[in-house]
């Protein structure tokens, strides 16, 4: 009973290949965020959906395409990999978009672009 | 703007004594503030948050921080440290507005030796 979940756990692809990651919750939360974690740790806000509505675009190249089916999943496409797109990318999930809803975070897919 | 600095990207203890992981924000208002612990290759968990009720926050595994407005801190301890708790720690900052953005802090890696 998984509450946050993420496929694949590991993806390793050659550079300038198109692939994307899966996450899904079952919390029945609102929200749904991706957040890229770099080799040195730092963790950093990519998008937000809620209610299948992008509301958070930080600086992120246009080849990483967000797409929300519905409110339990939020998918990332990544096109043209590169190899500084290698990190662990985590997917969350909050009960609405405020300030002091407890993010959930799923496991990680750790990215490795050769 | 918001930030978060943590004081110590290493803290060594011995199992049984006293841990204590620092963090201090720059917030232009009160904000929620968190924190996470990331242990090898896991996602991350909440240990604990503060929204601005009670300045003494208990969380999970006998963790518990204290914010400090008049200090911009936020620091994480526990009274007696457990093998278990070596792991990641992020000190984190909500942004004050209905969109859930979250800002972490560098990590803090805490060593448990025996």
């Known amino acids: 009973d998984t509450a946050v979940s993420q496929t694949p756990k590991y993806l390793v692809t050659q550079m300038g290949n198109d692939k994307s990651i899966k996450c899904e919750q079952n919390?029945?939360?609102?929200?749904m965020y991706w957040y890229k974690q770099d080799s040195k740790k730092f963790l950093k806000i990519m998008f937000s959906?809620?209610?299948?509505?992008?509301?958070i675009n930080e600086t992120v190249p246009n080849r990483f395409s967000p797409k929300s089916p519905d409110k339990a999943h939020l998918n990332l496409h990544i096109n043209s990999l590169e190899l500084g797109d290698s990190a662990v990318y985590f997917c969350?999930?909050?009960?609405?978009?405020?300030?002091?809803?407890?993010?959930?975070f799923g496991p990680g897919t750790r990215l490795t672009v050769l | 703007a918001q930030s978060v600095t943590q004081l110590d990207s290493h803290v060594s203890v011995s199992e049984g004594t006293p841990v204590l992981l620092r963090c201090n924000y720059s917030?232009?208002?009160?904000?929620?503030l968190f924190w996470y612990v990331q242990h090898p290759n896991k996602g991350l968990q909440l240990l604990l948050k503060?929204?601005?009720?009670?300045?003494l926050v208990k969380g999970i595994n006998g963790f518990e921080a204290e914010f400090k407005k008049s200090e911009t801190s936020f620091h994480l301890t526990k009274p007696s440290a457990h093998m278990s708790d070596a792991a990641e720690y992020f000190c984190?900052?909500?942004?004050?507005?209905?969109?859930?953005?979250?800002?972490f802090g560098r990590g803090t890696q805490l060593t448990v030796w025996p």
């Open positions: 969350a999930s909050s009960q609405l978009a405020g300030e002091s809803d407890t993010q959930y």
């Open positions: 919390l029945g939360h609102d929200t």
């Open positions: 959906y809620n209610n299948k509505e992008l509301i």
């Open positions: 917030s232009s208002y009160s904000p929620s």
């Open positions: 503060y929204t601005s009720a009670a300045t």
């Open positions: 984190v900052v909500s942004r004050g507005s209905t969109l859930g953005r979250l800002y």
